[in-house]
Structure formats: C-alpha cells, structure tokens
C-alpha cells in the first residue's frame, strides 16, 4: 500500500538555523507532492507542490523543497529559521491510480528566538 | 471569500452516543474530503466526495461511519455508538474537482472528545 514517510517527529532549532525536514513515499508510479503547515491555531494551508519539471520548488516563506525521484524523496528545507516557523508540517502524496491524497504523520517544528 | 467551515468546533460526547459533523465546503468546489487527525497519526484519510458520490469509502474505519453529501455543498459525518477511539479532531477539505492537481483547502476542524 501506498505510504508516506517523515522521519522527523519533533525538531527544534534556534532562530537563523537552517531547516531539512524529511518525506519518503513508496513507489507508486506517477506522483504530485505537497507540503502543507499547520501554525498553532489556524488550518491546515498549503506551502508548496511538485506536478512536474523543475524537481526543485520554491514555495511561501521561503521554503522549498527538491523532488529525487531516485530516492522517492521530496525534503523541505529553509535556509534560516524564523521563531514564527513555529508550527507541524505534513508531508503529502497523490497517487494517480488511488485519486486520495496520503499524508505522512506530521513533523513539529519548534524554533526558539 | 468565505473559506471551509465546520461545525461543531467541539464536541463532547458519552461512549455510545451518535455524532454528526458538518462541514460547509468553499463555493463551487466539487470535490470533498474528510480526514481525520489523531495526536501522532497525521492524518487519515477517511472518504471524499466528488459532487454528491463517493468513489472511495475505504477510509471509513467502522460500519459505524457514514457520510454524506446533499446538493453538490455541504457534506455530514456520522459517528454511530462512539467509541472512545473515536476522539480525534476531524478534518473536512474542498477542491475545486477531485485529483491531485487541485489544492485541498481545509477546515479548522472539529475536536471529537468520547468519554
């Protein structure tokens, strides 16, 4: 069955450190990856997405996160951490073959000034 | 505009006892999807909608879930005989059409508390 892996549960970092949260995803053919934040209190929104071409993605925030099809891979990552990145990121994958998006279980990032 | 609403945003109920969780998609969204979110979990997928069918239940984890849609809108989820498993907080999301090139815009959630 198809699934999404992030390895990271808990991370805390201090403000201008830099940021690699991971996601892996079984094979499963063609994919599109997203990565979704959830703030403290406020809904589930979208950070960034890969359909196709440039595997490197630049989302909202100055995230972005790089598509290695060989390791089924799709890492997020942030140069320098702001306190407000504070919040649980979820790493998420459609399956064209299941029409339903699976998430992973969700990383907390916690960033001290 | 007026994004995905839920209702309740809590709910407190005795082990036993049926729920209904509603939720109010974004206008002219077909597709409708719930989830649900448990401490450690991530979230589940539980059903989705494509205007008022559901291609995939096999999220459902009990016969004791059910969900439906009316009008192409507004969709509920029904909780019969809770359990104590049950509690989680239980997202609903709205896309424009169903597949994975359509942003899922969520809810804030409703949080289930079975005693």
């Known amino acids: 069955a198809q699934s999404v892996s992030q390895h990271n549960h808990h991370v805390i970092l201090s403000e201008a450190a830099s940021l690699e949260l991971g996601c892996n995803y079984s094979?499963?053919?063609?994919?599109?990856l997203f990565w979704y934040v959830q703030y403290p209190g406020q809904h589930l929104q979208l950070l960034l997405k890969?359909?196709?071409?440039?595997?490197l993605v630049k989302g909202i925030k100055g995230f972005e996160a790089e598509f290695i099809k060989s390791k089924f891979s799709f890492n997020l990552r942030k140069p320098s951490v702001q306190w407000s990145d504070t919040a649980e990121y979820f790493c998420?994958?459609?399956?064209?073959?299941?029409?339903?998006?699976?998430f992973g279980t969700g990383t907390r990032l916690q960033v001290f000034p | 505009g007026a994004g995905v609403s839920q209702s309740p945003s809590n709910k407190v109920t005795e082990k036993g006892k049926d729920v209904e969780l509603r939720c109010d998609p974004i206008?002219?969204?077909?597709?409708l999807y719930w989830y649900r979110q448990s401490l450690g979990q991530g979230l589940e997928f539980l059903i989705y909608?494509?205007?008022?069918?559901?291609?995939?239940k096999s999220g459902l984890p009990s016969d004791r879930f059910s969900a439906e849609r009316t009008g192409g809108s507004v969709s509920t989820l029904t909780i019969q005989r809770t359990q104590q498993e049950d509690s989680a907080v239980y997202l609903c999301?709205?896309?424009?059409?169903?597949?994975?090139?359509?942003?899922?815009?969520f809810g804030p959630g409703t949080r289930l508390t079975v005693t």
């Open positions: 999301a709205s896309s424009l059409a169903s597949g994975g090139t359509y942003e899922q815009y």
């Open positions: 094979y499963g053919g063609t994919v599109n």
């Open positions: 890969y359909f196709s071409g440039d595997p």
């Open positions: 998420a994958v459609y399956w064209g073959n299941t029409d339903k998006l699976i």
């Open positions: 206008s002219g969204h077909t597709a």
């Open positions: 909608f494509q205007g008022n069918s559901a291609p995939d």
